[in-house]
């Protein structure tokens, strides 16, 4: 690898880079992102290798493990270039058989294609996918495209054009402007104004100024910053490179979290390879302007996410936040000016610099410009992560894009913005997802996790669950969050096993409203907001709870018995093989009973059950 | 140990900034945080014991008891709770007999739960060992602990 | 120096700019509760207590006067019911989470706050309401960090670490003696001290013949300040 050491020399290299590319060579795109080296294509990548190698295709065909795709429920899976064949569900035996049909006869099979529920239709390519169809895929448009190790790549699609324009045609300020202009909000979770954040920390005064990238990502559900850093590092890392030129800053930080350990190899590669190339470290490519990065780990603190705790950890103390009525723009890592932004809200921002503000701005709502990397989840059909431009109805990305919900159940609700947030039910779904929009709902778009909810949640439970998430997460110092969401979650949990009083629900509300004016940090103050949505859109449910001490969704395992359905039984003996505490019996090939009085509601009879004869009521 | 913690603690610059990347090396090191360790560590980079024992406690990815020759890390997080994770996770608990952080007595097994591993997709999952399991449920996590060498209960009986 | 002028409930005060709201509040008679205040450290703003409304421009919000920077025109408004509500539940918790305090109980009488049922107290003699003054004085104060906190959340605690004895601790008592709920225990002889489950022998006054101070203690004033121990080795009331 030779030193760039002008902005020439990177486009003559992006020029040689794609002349020795031939678009119309074959290529099989194989996704290696975490979810889907889950699935075992790890295994799938070896034998494609040693297949290519038998037939001695390996110059003929190109192999490109590339990050996440998106559509996650469908892993493994692959694209096949220049046509953009999508194969999905792939077997980890299929290797010869599509190299030898697809790759050398042309010939598609059909097992392994992606089959509209609608429709029934069989799709072939990529773009034909109602998955994608409906999405709008600029931050993630790449990570199919590219193998997230190799900067070649990167630079051959047109990377780091966007940072060759900032240093060689704008002054620091009027990249500064644009990113104003674009009116691009911070996608971790705050959706603060990331422009007024950069002029601030470039005006504040105190030296040296630090840029640190949050890939602390928390949120239970959500990992699109995972996707990002794994797929196309180099993107967010551009985006960095880009704002720390405008800020006046020569420090930078990534901070992920310890729970991503693919995401901060490739990272690490990204930054060894950028430093090679001389997009990183001294005199970047002679502009006189020097930056360079560090990567830290987290320890496990979903507090962590929060700047001040991300600092304090930074700075080798406990993950504590601490008060923030003096910006961290002006006194933040170290006491010095500090400009944090998430992951996406970086690999936003080389597409602001290539393509204008004014084009940016034209995507998205008056208030919501651009984009939004959302992780649909849950119960929903199409699990993955949707790239959508602002402003999309959550039915449509629910239905259209998500598939609905599985096995012929009725959506309840969406939950979004993490422990943070709330849940929005069905009567809302044409909502278009907004910043403004989804916090006047009593939610907040946080940093995208959009957790599909069907009528066997509860939404008393749901409440429980992301308080005894916070209880453990909390760093304890101040009162309000250590000690409030510890009793409100000891509330909920008497309300779910059958203990609610007359009166509880007026203690959560007044109680939650102690926490979010009295809280120290965004974790705290947010933290009753899952409560303060389920009591106003789900009061029945809580009721239901608390005055007939029923669970409606058939959860609470206190207040639900399991029967079998002697109509459906067959007697097979499969639940009391499976029953751990012998509640089930009966003879063989004759209806079974289920004792309520031993029976502890574990779930592994109805889960082994063939004939769906366990009820639960 | 003491020279393994100096070189630890030179590779990065003796710098006390780097207090928890030090500390995951030595976990990493060592398979958990003995004290000796974590006083050499207090020892070389000149912070009192009381700071590296805080932030020792306060990360979750460090533990200061041995861990077990098997690690099984349960997700928690929304997607997967949605899908049923919880019942997985009371089922380890009543065959394990381990709540989350604790580590058997016969130094088998360390049970964990996670707030979120990013794999939602495939949920509820459970890591063993390092190996990714999707779509888990009941069965399947008796078929795992079994394999894994435990005597799990419901099928002894009826055997 | 840049003054400021605004006003805290009605009442037009002036102060250096950026300095705390808490102390500008003290120094013009204005009451605010706190309970992990002390003029000795810098505040945590922790508990929670010293909360006030404070309106910039068009915003309101609440905010920790201790912590506070105080500017140009702010309103501030220390009685509104939001802040009365802070504080009443702050109490409650900590209530509930050390039944047997008594200062706790008594700051609550005064407030006119009663213990919430529905928060079952906590079955422990624990007094410790994690407002830090303890370590911040061991850290800043003394200079020693014999004591920490560990773990977070709810099961965070303050105490020496591995839950050992202290070989830092000088036995100067400042922890207890900040402690506002006297949770942290100092015990012993008149020649022999013990706190955090150490034992300090006493220096015996050169010319009184009392006990006054633990020797380690005066050993770290010597080794600080350079001034020899025999000079020391004499009690306040005979210098």
């Known amino acids: 690898m030779r030193k760039l050491k002008t902005f020439d020399g990177v486009e003559k290299l992006r020029g040689e880079l794609q002349k020795g590319r031939d678009p119309n060579k074959p290529c099989m795109t194989v996704c290696v992102g975490t979810g889907c080296l889950a699935y075992g294509t790890q295994k799938l990548v070896d034998s494609l290798k040693v297949e290519l190698e038998k037939r001695k295709l390996q110059d003929k065909i190109d192999l490109r493990l590339s990050g996440c795709h998106g559509f996650c429920e469908r892993g493994p899976m692959m694209v096949i270039y220049p046509q953009k064949i999508f194969y999905q569900r792939i077997g980890l035996n299929d290797a010869a058989e599509i190299i030898d049909k697809t790759l050398l006869k042309g010939e598609i099979i059909d097992r392994l294609l992606y089959v509209d529920p609608m429709t029934k239709e069989k799709i072939v390519y990529e773009h034909d996918c109602p998955f994608y169809k409906k999405q709008m895929r600029l931050v993630f448009g790449m990570n199919g495209q590219i193998s997230p190790t190799s900067i070649d790549d990167y630079i051959a699609v047109g990377g780091y054009a966007a940072l060759v324009k900032a240093l060689q045609k704008m002054k620091p300020d009027a990249i500064v402007q644009e990113v104003i202009k674009a009116n691009l909000r911070g996608r971790g979770g705050g959706g603060f104004p990331t422009g007024w954040k950069w002029d601030e920390t470039r005006k504040a005064t105190g030296d040296p100024k630090y840029v640190i990238c949050n890939a602390d990502e928390g949120d239970p559900g959500a990992y699109m910053d995972r996707s990002l850093l794994e797929g196309n590092p180099h993107l967010v890392l551009e985006g960095m490179i880009i704002g720390a030129y405008a800020i006046g800053s020569s420090n930078g930080y990534i901070y992920v979290r310890n729970e991503y350990p693919l995401a901060v190899q490739n990272i690490t590669a990204a930054i060894q390879a950028a430093r090679e190339y001389g997009l990183l470290g001294e005199n970047i490519l002679g502009s006189g302007f020097s930056f360079d990065v560090k990567i830290n780990r987290g320890g496990g603190a979903f507090v962590c996410g929060e700047s001040s705790a991300l600092f304090a950890s930074l700075e080798g103390r406990a993950g504590e936040p601490r008060v923030k009525y003096i910006h961290a723009t002006h006194k933040g890592l170290w006491d010095k000016p500090t400009n944090l932004n998430n992951v996406e809200t970086w690999a936003n921002v080389p597409f602001i610099i290539n393509r204008g503000a004014d084009w940016y701005a034209g995507i998205g709502t008056a208030g919501s410009k651009g984009t939004k990397i959302f992780s649909l989840v849950g119960k929903i059909n199409n699990t993955g992560l949707v790239e959508v431009p602002m402003g999309m109805k959550l039915r449509e990305i629910v239905y259209d894009i998500g598939g609905g919900i599985p096995n012929g159940r009725k959506f309840k609700a969406v939950q979004t913005g993490g422990p943070s947030g709330g849940c929005i039910p069905e009567k809302y779904l044409d909502s278009p997802v907004d910043f403004d929009e989804l916090t006047k709902l009593g939610s907040m778009m946080g940093s995208g996790g959009m957790i599909v909810m069907d009528d066997r949640n509860c939404m008393v439970d749901v409440p429980r669950y992301f308080l005894s998430f916070l209880e453990i997460e909390s760093c304890g110092k101040c009162t309000p969050c250590r000690e409030g969401v510890r009793r409100m979650k000891e509330i909920l949990t008497d309300i779910c096993e059958g203990r609610g009083q007359e009166g509880d629900v007026e203690l959560l509300d007044s109680l939650a409203k102690a926490i979010v004016d009295g809280a120290l940090c965004a974790l705290g103050n947010s933290a009753p907001n899952p409560v303060i949505s389920t009591i106003r859109y789900f009061r029945d449910e809580y009721d239901a709870h608390i005055r007939q001490k029923k669970c409606p969704a058939g959860v609470c395992k206190k207040l639900i018995k399991y029967r079998i359905d002697a109509k459906k039984c067959t007697g097979c003996g499969l639940c009391v093989k499976v029953c751990a505490v012998g509640a089930t019996s009966g003879e063989r090939k004759k209806p079974h009973a289920i004792d309520i009085a031993k029976c502890t509601r574990c779930g592994a009879c109805m889960e082994s059950c063939k004939f769906e004869a366990i009820i639960v009521e | ?159 | 120096m840049d003054m400021v002028k605004f006003t805290i409930d009605g009442k037009e005060v002036e102060a250096e700019k950026g300095a705390y709201l808490l102390d500008v509040a003290r120094e013009n008679g204005v009451r605010i509760p706190t309970l992990c205040w002390h003029e000795s450290i810098e505040s945590p703003g922790a508990c929670r207590m010293c909360v006030v409304e404070v309106k910039q421009g068009k915003r309101t919000r609440v905010v920790t006067s201790c912590l506070y920077p105080v500017s140009e025109g702010i309103e501030v408004k220390t009685q509104t019911d939001r802040v009365k509500h802070v504080r009443k539940v702050v109490l409650q918790l900590q209530m509930a989470r050390c039944p047997e305090s008594k200062e706790l109980k008594d700051m609550a009488d005064e407030m006119g706050v009663k213990p919430e049922p529905r928060f079952t107290p906590d079955a422990t003699d624990n007094t410790c309401i994690l407002c830090r003054m303890c370590v911040r004085t061991c850290e800043q104060v003394v200079g020693v960090s014999a004591i920490g906190f560990s773990y977070r959340g709810t099961e965070k605690v303050v105490g020496t670490p591995f839950k050992e004895q202290s070989k830092v601790c000088i036995g100067c008592g400042a922890c207890a003696f900040v402690c506002p709920t006297h949770h942290i225990k100092m015990t012993g002889t008149p020649e022999e001290r013990e706190i955090w489950g150490r034992n300090f022998k006493m220096m015996k006054c050169k010319t009184c013949g009392n006990y006054f101070a633990p020797i380690e203690q005066l050993e770290w004033i010597s080794k600080k300040t350079g001034v020899p121990m025999d000079k020391l080795s004499v009690c306040q009331a005979c210098k």
């Open chain 2, 1 to 159: 140990m003491e020279a393994k913690i100096k070189n630890i603690v030179k590779k990065y610059g003796s710098d006390r900034s780097y207090l928890v990347p030090i500390l995951q090396d030595v976990q990493k090191e060592f398979n958990y945080l003995p004290q000796e360790a974590l006083e050499a560590v207090c020892t070389e980079l000149g912070v009192s014991n009381s700071r590296v024992y805080e932030v020792a406690t306060f990360y979750k990815a460090f533990s200061l008891k041995p861990r077990g020759r098997h690690h099984l890390m349960l997700c928690l997080g929304t997607a997967c709770h949605v899908r049923g994770a919880s019942m997985i996770d009371n089922h380890i608990q009543t065959t394990l007999g381990l709540k989350s952080g604790e580590t058997s007595a016969d130094m088998e097994f360390t049970f964990e739960t996670v707030g979120c591993l990013g794999a939602c997709a495939l949920g509820p999952i459970l890591v063993v060992d390092g190996e990714y399991h999707g779509h888990m449920n009941i069965a399947k996590t008796t078929k795992i602990l079994k394999n894994l060498g435990k005597k799990v209960e419901a099928d002894d009986e009826k055997a």
